[in-house]
């Protein structure tokens, strides 16, 4: 009987941990997932714009041959993601990068165009975006 | 004159010995109690500075001694004489402390650390927004976007950025005709300028302006790529 009142104890009292830890693990867990899917989310964002960024590509003559310049950006990027509104699941996330401006020079315009292209320029840019109704908004 | 003196444990059941022996015991077990609450303490404030693999490690641990120190009490008590609880906790919490610590060292790996994207010293960031939505044919900013607008105030708030002259461009898709495009932009910068002038900043820092469709970052073709281009950049002067 009484081993019984014991056991009815540490269950209570493991049952009250649980509901105190749990919630918690919850919105951790939520915030990790979230997190991760901005992570991919700004992965395809540079992807796309980076590879529209080299269609605009722009070539002039030079005195000697001919200058392929476009402005692109930077290999790596970090993100953060901030809770904006607990109740409705919002959630601010921070990309940033760096534009870069990219410029090759060549005896032709194909010969700029292939590169190697070096770095002229560099300025940080942020850009924000939305976590709402369970997706990141572009 | 003899006392007898007839105590209860912390289940209501009758102890009857030596005062003396039972109040030993029950100090040599309050001590204990504290070292443990005092060592689990030391645990947890040592594992918020450490490495996410240290982190596991010590969250590991310190699951596997709750669960094995409970469990180790309870085999304990099943004893006839039920007084070897706290002999079992102990070491059913060790035991449960070294498994549960190898277990989340072994979980959990190490990020590599990501190579540092901006200068060291501080700058003053261009700003893009695009998670802004616009309704059709209106240029007010819908409340649900404000933390959007409120972050890029933040950025602009700060040192680096306090006093500069920012130009807020605002740009639109290609879809519609260019000069209204263009009308489009302009008043979807003046929102955003109302916006910032609103939250407390300096009217005359900011210039509103539009692009109307001129400025693409992604491809028109697309209904992503012309999601992308309809967004708002904050431009500070050097």
Known sequence: ?138 | MVYEFKFKDFVGKEFNKNPLTYLKKEENMKSKAIVLMVAALFVFTGCSTMSKRAKCACVGAAAGAAVGGTAGAIIGDMGPTHDNRLGGGIIGGAAGALIGGITGYLVCKDEPKPEPVVAAAPVCDKIVINSVQFDFDKAEIKAEYYPILDEAAAALQKPECAGKNVTIEGNTCDMGPEKYNQKLSEKRAAAAKDYLVGKGLAAERFTAVGNGEANPIADNKTKKGRMMNRRVEFKVAE
């Open chain 1, 1 to 138: 009987m009484l081993a019984k009142k014991r056991l009815f104890e540490l269950c209570l009292f493991g049952m009250l941990c649980l509901a105190v830890v749990a919630p918690g693990a919850v919105r951790a867990s939520d915030s990790l997932t979230v997190e991760k899917g901005f992570e991919s989310f700004c992965r395809e964002w540079m992807q796309i714009v980076t590879k529209f960024a080299a269609k605009k590509m722009q070539y002039r003559k030079a005195d000697q041959g001919f200058i392929a310049e476009y402005d692109g950006f930077s290999d790596t990027f970090s993100t953060k993601v901030k809770l904006a509104d607990a109740a409705k699941k919002t959630y601010v996330g921070i990309l940033s990068y760096n534009e870069v401006r990219f410029r090759h020079h060549g005896m032709t315009p194909d010969a700029a165009k292939k590169g190697p292209f070096d770095i002229v320029s560099q300025s940080p840019v942020k850009a924000i975006f939305m976590y709402r109704n369970g997706q990141w908004q572009n």
